[in-house]
Each structure stands twice: as structure tokens, then as C-alpha cells.
């Protein structure tokens, strides 16, 4: 059984940074893909970013580029994601996404599996 589980959330003021943290067990994902997605109150769930493939490959949402990398370890079983320059609006649970396949994917439905979530508060 594969299981996401999210680290790292918390509250900060505006312009700090926070780390998330995804852990794996049951399956890696060195070959797939994993990301991480938001949902804010009242919104839907949108994609942040993700990495993916054998060559690593990354994609960001725009509003998060140049703020946010994502990362992950060689074994495909972590990934990480440094925000920076946070802002009242990176307010949400955020979540993190695998996929088997190594094509990137922003829609939510194409992701197999999910970790439950961690809270995410920027205050201004």
C-alpha cells in the first residue's frame, strides 16, 4: 500500500520560507512523477509544482516561480518543496501528488496517489 505523508507546514509572517517534506512508502517514484498541490478555502485544488522523469524535470505554476523549488532524493521516495518569499495569498493545505508515469501533469485527476495534506499560513 502506497502512502504520501507531508512535513513541514506551519505559520509565517510574509517574505519568510518554509520547507515541505513528502515521504513514500510502499513504491518509489524515480521513474514517475511527484508534486505538490494547494487548496485554499473556498477554492479548488491547483498545482504548485512538480518534478518528474529520470532527468528530474520541473515544473512550476507561474506564480510560485522564482520563489519555490521543488526538489526530490535519488531513491524517488521524498520530495521537497522550499518556498520562499512567502506571501498572504500561499495560504492553503498543501498536498503532496504521485503519478507511476514520468510525463508531468498540472490537472489533479491524473495523480494516483495523495498524502492528507499539511496547513500552510502566511500572515501579513
Known amino acids: 500500500q502506497v502512502q504520501l505523508v507531508e512535513s513541514g507546514g506551519g505559520l509565517v509572517q510574509a517574505g519568510g520560507s518554509l520547507r515541505l517534506s513528502c515521504t513514500s512508502s510502499?513504491?518509489?517514484?524515480?521513474?514517475?512523477?511527484m508534486g505538490w498541490f494547494r487548496q485554499a478555502t473556498g477554492k479548488e485544488r491547483e498545482f504548485v509544482a512538480a518534478i518528474g522523469g529520470s532527468a528530474g524535470n520541473t515544473y512550476y505554476t507561474n506564480s510560485v516561480k522564482g520563489r519555490f523549488t521543488i526538489s526530490r532524493d535519488n531513491a524517488g521516495s521524498m520530495v521537497y518543496l522550499q518556498m520562499n518569499s512567502l506571501k498572504p495569498e500561499d495560504t492553503a493545505i498543501y498536498y503532496c501528488?504521485?503519478?507511476?508515469?514520468?510525463?508531468?501533469?498540472?490537472?489533479?485527476?491524473?495523480?494516483?496517489?495523495w498524502g492528507q495534506g499539511t496547513q500552510v499560513t502566511v500572515s501579513s
Open positions: 501528488a504521485a503519478r507511476a508515469s514520468q510525463r508531468i501533469m498540472v490537472v489533479a485527476t491524473f495523480y494516483d496517489y
Open positions: 510502499g513504491r518509489t517514484f524515480s521513474s514517475g512523477v
